[in-house]
C-alpha cells in the first residue's frame, strides 16, 4: 500500500504580520486533529489544554488522543493508520 504523507517544516518563515503564508490552511473549522502521546511526562496534560483550545477557539470539531506505551518504541503501524483515515490533521508530541 503506498501512501501519501505531508511534511511541514516548522523553521518555515513567518508571513506578514496580519498575512497568512501563501497555500497555508486559514481555519481549522469542522476538522479532526489528532495527537501521538509519545508516554512522557506531562504531555498527556497538555493536550488536553490544546484540545479545549482547538474546540472552543478554533471550531475543531474532534480531538483524538493516542498513546505510545513508551518514549523508546515507534507508534504502532495499526495506530498510524487509524489516525491516518480518521484525522485531518495529526501531531506527534513529547513532554517533560
Known amino acids: 500500500m503506498t501512501a501519501t504523507v505531508t511534511l511541514y517544516d516548522p523553521t ?3 508571513g506578514d504580520a496580519g498575512g497568512t503564508p501563501k ?3 486559514t481555519a481549522l473549522a469542522g476538522a479532526v ?3 501521538i502521546d509519545n508516554a ?3 504531555f498527556n496534560h497538555l493536550v488536553d489544554d490544546l484540545a479545549e483550545v482547538l474546540i472552543g477557539k478554533y471550531g475543531v470539531a474532534r480531538v483524538v488522543k ?3 506505551t513508551s518514549a523508546s518504541i515507534p507508534v504502532r503501524p495499526e495506530v498510524v493508520a487509524a489516525l491516518s ?3 485531518d490533521v495529526v501531531i ?3 513532554g517533560d
Open 12 to 14: 518555515a518563515p513567518r
Open 23 to 25: 497555500g497555508a490552511r
Open 33 to 35: 486533529v489528532g495527537f
Open 40 to 42: 512522557k511526562p506531562n
Open 66 to 68: 493516542r498513546r505510545k
Open 85 to 87: 483515515g480518521e484525522c
Open 92 to 94: 506527534a508530541g513529547s
